[in-house]
């Protein structure tokens, strides 16, 4: 599993508080998507908030957002931003797997940041067989290959599961 890296003591723990607080507030706006991916029929529901996309920033908080990660993600000064988003998956008892998907068809770079604590691993395809999982622990950071497949489970133990998905493309 090369190609996947994972850092737990990457971001500081005042910069994690601050994401979480961020998140977290009640008046955060979270959008509600009937889908979770476009492409599939085995899907579930999801909030989620789009900082930057499409060469547009969506956010009033797109600037607290870079600030507290540009220093620890190298890819902010050497790559195009394609996208940053959050997403929200509440609990749920179903426990069919999503199906799999590639956040770009070629190269890039994709970086998952765990809000918070939750279950509900990350499974990132290296292999069709055996998928590594990651599970959410807040302030983990997994950097991947954009084109690898993968997918999140939803929690079933933790009331929700929030993370923050960057993609940089070459």
């Given at each position: 599993m090369n190609n996947i890296k994972i850092f737990d003591e990457l971001i500081p723990e005042n910069e994690q508080i601050i994401i979480k607080a961020l998140l977290s507030n009640e008046f955060?706006?979270?959008?509600?998507?009937?889908?979770?991916?476009?492409?599939?029929?085995?899907?579930?529901?999801?909030?989620?908030?789009?900082?930057?996309?499409?060469?547009?920033?969506?956010?009033?908080?797109?600037?607290?957002?870079?600030?507290?990660?540009?220093?620890?993600?190298?890819?902010?000064?050497?790559?195009?931003?394609?996208?940053?988003?959050?997403?929200?998956?509440?609990?749920?008892?179903?426990?069919?797997?999503?199906?799999?998907?590639?956040?770009?068809?070629?190269?890039?770079?994709?970086?998952?940041?765990?809000?918070?604590?939750?279950?509900?691993?990350t499974r990132l395809y290296e292999s069709k067989w055996f998928p590594k999982k990651v599970y959410p622990k807040q302030g983990r950071l997994i950097k991947f290959p954009s084109n690898m497949f993968h997918t999140g489970d939803i929690p079933r133990k933790y009331d929700r599961r929030m993370v923050i998905n960057f993609v940089f493309e070459e």
């Amino acid at each position: 599993m090369n190609n996947i890296k994972i850092f737990d003591e990457l971001i500081p723990e005042n910069e994690q508080i601050i994401i979480k607080a961020l998140l977290s507030n009640e008046f955060f706006p979270w959008y509600y998507n009937p889908q979770t991916i476009l492409t599939t029929l085995r899907n579930r529901s999801q909030f989620t908030h789009t900082f930057y996309k499409e060469n547009k920033i969506y956010s009033d908080n797109f600037d607290i957002l870079v600030d507290c990660f540009q220093p620890y993600i190298p890819e902010f000064k050497s790559y195009k931003i394609n996208k940053i988003k959050a997403n929200l998956n509440i609990a749920h008892s179903d426990k069919k797997i999503l199906e799999p998907h590639q956040d770009l068809p070629t190269s890039g770079v994709t970086y998952l940041y765990y809000v918070n604590d939750s279950d509900g691993p990350t499974r990132l395809y290296e292999s069709k067989w055996f998928p590594k999982k990651v599970y959410p622990k807040q302030g983990r950071l997994i950097k991947f290959p954009s084109n690898m497949f993968h997918t999140g489970d939803i929690p079933r133990k933790y009331d929700r599961r929030m993370v923050i998905n960057f993609v940089f493309e070459e």
